[in-house]
């Protein structure tokens, strides 16, 4: 099974000196502040958005490629590039500790949510300043043609959770809805930060829109994944089950039932879903309803034609090290069991 340590072997020293990077640049004046930032920080997970810009700017830059190893025993990224990763990582997490907010989350990763061990108005506030420091690096660092990117992948993101929240409380998305929500909602991001990595190094024009391309089909892999596990997860792996179902979201393996199986009634199928925000029956009795159905391993068929694509993209890559981390990058979101 792939690891995440496979994907971070040829940027092993630029990953310790982007940590330190983002040390020194977030900090604020007041201790409380500071204290939240800290733990924001601290709690990121896999950080996925900004190991793809350093990959992508490995990827295209001028300097010599060596093995994977020895280009992870030194740095290899530029200022710049860090600065491109930055953005991206940064808009993330003050994403999700505004989605924690809006679910009432009170854990993430395992761990507890920044509004859980802050409070809903401190997490607000520290998720701005997370924003605001973010926008007045890239801008005081005269990183405009980075900024104009990150602008657009910000609006699009909101733009997802609000079509989200439409479709959850019409319990009426379609396949085509679902597509067009994880784009925006997760594709798009990657897609930048791929983009923002290729740019920082140099990349051509269409050098960099193919490196976008690479990171949106991956990113829609990611969340379609992302959705199969909330139905075959293990909790004491960290990834919660069902919580789709109990916030009556339609995702990738229910879709598939309500056009096959249920194509003809939906009606049932949208009665339970409605009902699975206070009924834990209905939840259990909707996710054997799909588990029979072969709704997952339909959602699964899904996944691997995109993660197929993202790898087909590669073919015109730079072939070094960077590029198997890519390529990596690919098998693990298939295989991922958190």
């Keep these: 099974m792939m690891k995440i340590d496979d994907i971070r072997k040829p940027i092993v020293a630029d990953i310790e000196a982007f940590e330190r990077f983002l ?4 900090t604020a004046k007041s201790k409380p502040m500071q204290e939240m930032l800290n733990y924001a920080l601290n709690t990121r997970g896999k950080c996925l958005r900004s190991m793809l810009a350093m990959l992508c700017a490995g990827l295209y830059s001028p300097a010599p490629k060596a093995t994977a190893e020895e280009c992870g025993a030194q740095r290899n990224c530029s200022t710049r590039t860090y600065v491109a990763a930055m953005l991206v990582e940064m808009i993330h997490t003050a ?11 009170d854990e993430r990763r395992g761990v507890p949510s920044v509004r859980a061990r802050f409070r809903n108005d401190m997490a607000v506030l520290v998720g701005d300043f997370i924003l605001a420091r973010a926008m007045d690096l890239g801008m005081s660092s005269a ?3 980075l900024m104009s990117h990150v ?26 809805d679902y597509l067009d929500i994880i784009y925006r909602k997760t594709a798009s ?29 991956i990113g829609i892999a990611f969340q379609i994944k992302d959705d ?28 598939e039932i309500m056009d096959n199986e249920y194509a ?3 009606e049932e199928i949208i009665i339970l ?3 699975c925000r206070k009924d834990n029956a209905a939840v259990e009795r909707l996710h054997a309803i799909v588990r029979e159905n072969k709704g997952v391993e339909r959602a699964t068929e899904t996944m691997v034609a995109y993660i197929s694509r993202a790898m087909s993209l590669l073919n015109d890559m730079p072939d070094n090290p960077y590029r198997e981390a890519l390529m990596n990058l690919c098998l693990y979101v298939g295989d991922r069991e958190i």
Aim: hydrophobic share 35%; charged share 35%; glycine share 8%.
């Design 23 to 26: 040390k020194d640049k977030f």
């Design 95 to 105: 994403s999700l500790i505004h989605d924690d907010i809006i679910d009432m989350a």
């Design 143 to 145: 990183q405009y043609d």
């Design 151 to 176: 602008g657009k992948a910000m609006a699009t993101l909101c733009e997802g959770e609000v079509l989200q929240d439409v479709h959850t409380r019409k319990a009426d998305t379609t396949r085509e």
């Design 189 to 217: 991001l990657l897609g930048t930060s791929a983009a923002l990595g290729a740019m920082s190094a140099g990349a051509k024009h269409e050098d960099v829109e193919r490196a976008r391309k690479f990171g949106e089909t």
């Design 228 to 255: 199969i596990l909330d139905y075959v997860g293990d909790d004491k792996l960290g990834k919660q089950r069902l919580n789709d179902l109990k916030e009556s979201k339609i995702t990738l393996p229910l879709i």
């Design 264 to 266: 003809s009634c939906p």
């Design 273 to 275: 879903l409605h009902r």
